[in-house]
């Protein structure tokens, strides 16, 4: 019936990406990590169970796209740090309506005071973006720049389809930033990225939606293990 050949299907999919994944990581190609877009917060114990599966960067969620910080980004970073994950990255979803995104950056980085994390994405994906897309880069620029003023790593959440709705695909306005882009093909690999907005070479990949681990429902993320941040500055 339909039912089993659905299942069929998503077990195959999932199939695949097992075994891509655990391929990637024996051979120690590639690194595999989460971020948060829920008010999930991981424990120091469910990180132990994540690192168990390999797991091992984080990138937690800080502003919320209606204007506040997230209650739950300093847990989540002290969290990671005591379960001795070292690779934590920040990410700022934008409240478009609310305006300021210069004040929408210093707001998160106060909040965040005296804790260590590493890059600072900024995500742009179609939510509230006016249709007005010189608007849309003046917004995005001016975020990127004041991140810029504060951090040395700051990239860009984003992929070809987002981009282009909101900025049109050949802007390259923030193409001197770091690239992490969403497909959920379940694929450790950059083999499905097609170049836009300025950037040839990704940094990292979303590549799932949907996967549990040590019963909680995570993104997962993927980056190759010879990346170096120097590489792309």
Not at 23 to 35: K, P, T, W, Y
Not at 53 to 75: E, K, M, Q, W
Not at 178 to 205: C, E, V
Request: with cysteine; hydrophobic share 40%; glycine share 6%.
């Amino acid at each position: 019936g339909i039912n089993a050949e659905y299942m069929g299907i998503i077990l195959l999919i999932m199939t695949q990406y097992w075994v891509a994944a655990m391929l990637c990581i024996a051979f120690a190609s590639c690194r595999l990590g989460v971020d948060i877009p829920n008010p999930l917060i991981i424990s120091v114990d469910l990180w132990t169970c994540l690192k168990t599966n390999n797991v091992n960067f984080l990138t937690a969620r800080a502003y919320r796209s209606y204007g506040v910080v997230d209650p739950n980004v300093i847990a989540n970073i002290k969290n990671a740090r005591e379960a001795g994950i070292k690779d934590v990255d920040i990410y700022i979803f934008p409240c478009i309506p609310c305006g300021n995104p210069r004040k929408q950056v210093t707001d998160t980085l106060d909040h965040l005071k005296g804790h260590e994390f590493g890059i600072v994405w900024m995500d742009v994906e179609e939510y509230a973006w006016t249709k007005d897309k010189e608007a849309n880069k003046k917004f995005i620029t001016e975020m990127l720049d004041e991140l810029s003023k504060h951090r040395k790593l700051v990239g860009v959440y984003t992929n070809w389809y987002e981009w282009d709705k909101i900025v049109g695909r050949e802007w390259d306005g923030a193409s001197k930033h770091l690239l992490w882009y969403p497909h959920w093909d379940h694929d450790p690999t950059f083999k499905d990225f097609k170049p836009f907005g300025g950037w040839r070479t990704p940094y990292r990949k979303q590549m799932t939606c949907d996967t549990y681990y040590c019963k909680e429902k995570f993104l997962v993320d993927y980056q190759p293990q010879t990346y170096h941040i120097f590489e792309f500055h």
